[in-house]
């Protein structure tokens, strides 16, 4: 397994170049992409497609291969492979067929933003691409609430928008960072709170690029500060119902809905 950029053609090791020289095929996500990274190094490695729709008859193939002695680079688009790409299967059949299986270590979006996010890095989760439906996102979101380290997801950006509501919904006013283009030459940090960033995104005519999500560790003291009126109102503020604003305080405080609404009638009397 080779890392490769992913972005900047040079965040590659000399190591990675040498061992796509003289594998005997390297197999690829996409043939394509990968021969503009080989033809900017001067390999001329045969490829070979691999990917989510051919890996499973595709890893047998090559496990064959493999045992009768080809040496055989698998790479993804970019970064590590593996890393919520295809690469599983063919690792599992090389190790059940006795053959020796490396990694090349090398770029990686995941801990690239991570190390430029600003949040804590001593623990974090990463959960690779949320779902695309809305509702499973959201239980996703909210079944993190409690997890002790800063969260990591890949997103597309056609569903970045909708993502940052259901967090600010799910978890409130927690520091969220928007890592876009990572390497590449319209790179961007975005930090803020969910909203925040939502609103500088919602003002684009179009959101593009390849997406890193990071969402900070809750923090007790700060959440916990507010009053319950006042955190339910500055949600309504933000352009939340007062429903969703009473569903947003109780998911950011760990309490039932009825608790928060009891407050909010209590501070009418």
């Not at 969910?194 to 560790?217: F, M």
């Amino acid at each position: 397994m080779v890392g490769t950029p992913i972005g900047n053609l040079e965040d590659i090791t000399y190591r990675a170049v040498r061992v796509l020289q003289e594998a005997d095929v390297i197999a690829c996500e996409d043939t394509r992409q990968t021969r503009k990274l080989l033809a900017h190094y001067g390999i001329s490695t045969p490829t070979v497609s691999y990917h989510e729709h051919n890996e499973r008859e595709r890893s047998v193939e090559l496990a064959a291969r493999l045992r009768e002695g080809t040496s055989v680079a698998l790479v993804s688009d970019a970064g590590m492979p593996l890393i919520s790409d295809p690469g599983y299967r063919l690792v599992r059949e090389a190790i059940d067929a006795g053959v020796r299986v490396e990694a090349v270590p090398g770029a990686s979006a995941l801990l690239t933003a991570l190390a430029a996010s600003g949040l804590a890095t001593d623990s974090f989760y990463f959960g690779g691409f949320l779902p695309a439906k809305q509702a499973q996102r959201m239980r996703t979101i909210e079944a993190l609430r409690e997890e002790p380290a800063t969260l990591i997801f890949y997103e597309a950006p056609h569903r970045i928008l909708e993502t940052l509501a259901a967090i600010e919904q799910a978890l409130g006013n927690r520091p969220v960072v928007v890592a876009r283009e990572i390497t590449k030459l319209h790179e961007e940090f975005l930090r803020g709170t969910a909203a925040e960033i939502r609103t500088v995104l919602a003002a684009r005519e179009s959101v593009k690029g390849e997406i890193t999500l990071l969402i900070g560790k809750r923090t007790e003291a700060v959440e916990d500060a507010t009053p319950i009126t006042e955190a339910v109102t500055s949600c309504m503020t933000r352009g939340m119902s007062r429903m969703d604003a009473i569903k947003a305080v109780a998911h950011q405080r760990g309490l039932p809905k009825r608790a928060v609404y009891s407050e909010l009638e209590k501070a009418k009397s």
